[in-house]
């Protein structure tokens, strides 16, 4: 199945969850906010939020600093 992430094109398996792609992506364990076609995916939701073929995948994480 193909999806867009951050703008570019990625493969991932069916049935592939927001929590598969953050581990898969590198991101598990960050501050992250993630939106799927235009609306965001509350982290609540990201265990059972199954990507579609064809979603546009944005994946933002916080930075701190002073």
């Known amino acids: 199945m ?3 992430l951050n703008g570019q094109p990625r493969d991932c398996g069916h049935g592939a969850t927001v929590t598969q792609l953050l ?3 590198g ?3 960050r501050r992250v906010a993630v939106e799927i076609n235009h609306e965001i995916v509350p982290r609540s939701r990201h ?3 199954q990507l579609r ?3 546009r995948v944005e994946i933002v994480h916080a930075i701190g600093g002073g």
């Open 53 to 55: 073929d064809g979603d």
């Open 27 to 29: 991101y598990a364990g």
């Open 23 to 25: 581990l898969d992506s």
């Open 47 to 49: 265990d059972d939020h």
């Open 2 to 4: 193909q999806i867009t």
